[in-house]
């Protein structure tokens, strides 16, 4: 069994940061997949981050140079760090955790981050 909790979305001005955190807990191994994903209304759930094991990371394009993705396998807690907001940034983040190989995706309840002046 395997919960993610996220926190850390809010409310930020454009131009702003936030921090995200996603706290794993259960049968969770460092030979893994841990992301995160967002949605938008009226979008499709996307990639914005991944660290595969044992660190190649992948970000969207829409993020690079602006989001940094972290992974503490002790503490089992995956991170994403996010600068210079965009109102285009504004959906729930969700946090995704997949054991390698082949393994089920598992998916957090979200967090809402929302990016207005």
């Known amino acids: 069994q395997v919960q993610l909790v996220e926190s850390g979305g809010g409310l930020v001005q454009p131009g702003g940061s936030l921090r995200l955190s996603c706290a794993a807990s259960?049968?969770?191994?460092?030979?893994?997949?841990m992301g995160w994903y967002r949605q938008a209304p009226g979008n499709q759930r996307e990639l914005v981050a991944e660290?595969?094991?044992?660190?190649?990371?992948n970000y969207a394009d829409s993020v690079k140079g602006r989001f940094t993705i972290s992974r503490d396998n002790a503490k089992k807690m995956v991170y994403l760090q996010m600068n210079s907001l965009k109102p285009e940034d504004t959906a729930v983040y969700y946090c995704?955790?997949?054991?390698?190989?082949?393994?089920?995706?598992?998916w957090g309840q979200g967090t809402q981050v929302t990016v207005s002046s």
């Open positions: 995704q955790y997949r054991r390698l190989p082949g393994g089920d995706n598992y």
């Open positions: 259960g049968n969770i191994l460092s030979v893994s997949v």
């Open positions: 660290i595969t094991w044992p660190s190649r990371i």
